[in-house]
């Protein structure tokens, strides 16, 4: 998520750097964000703390979660210029905040009322397959699903 807001962020926001600097930046978020967890999960399941990508019990979330609190911490607190990306750093502790506010909200809720927090998330799921079904335009549905016999 980090990395998407800040290719957003480059593209809309006029920034006084060279496009070689943010394109930099770019990729180190890219690395900070998205290959340095991924090593970190093979490291953790590699030494018996983490046993599935599913993280099935709350002993094998929390690692994951506090290694990815300080990855976004040392994304906003060093990598980037404090002075020019003060909107960057917002979103990068917005995104720290609204995970761990959410997934606290989402137990509680799970706790105290099951049958209506699942039945939400799965209403979520199902209101979202409008925008995520592949082919929701009449040319593609045409090209895999008729292809065959024009």
């Not at 970190?40 to 979330?61: A, M, P």
Request: charged share 10%; hydrophobic share 45%.
């Amino acid at each position: 998520m980090p990395w998407m807001g800040a290719v957003y962020y480059f593209s809309i926001t006029p920034v006084p750097y060279p496009p070689l600097k943010i394109s930099l930046w770019l990729l180190s978020i890219i690395f900070w964000s998205v290959l340095v967890p991924l090593i970190l999960y093979f490291i953790l399941k590699k030494i018996n703390i983490v046993h599935t990508i599913d993280l099935k019990t709350s002993k094998e979330r929390i690692w994951p979660l506090l290694l990815n609190s300080i990855i976004l911490g040392y994304l906003s607190y060093s990598l980037l210029p404090k002075s020019k990306c003060v909107e960057l750093h917002y979103f990068i502790l917005g995104a720290l905040i609204s995970v761990k506010l959410f997934s606290k909200f989402l137990t509680w809720s799970y706790k105290n009322h099951k049958n209506n927090t699942l039945s939400c998330l799965v209403g979520f799921m199902i209101g979202s397959l409008p925008s995520l079904w592949p082919w929701q335009n009449e040319s593609f549905s045409n090209k895999i699903f008729l292809s065959n016999y024009s």
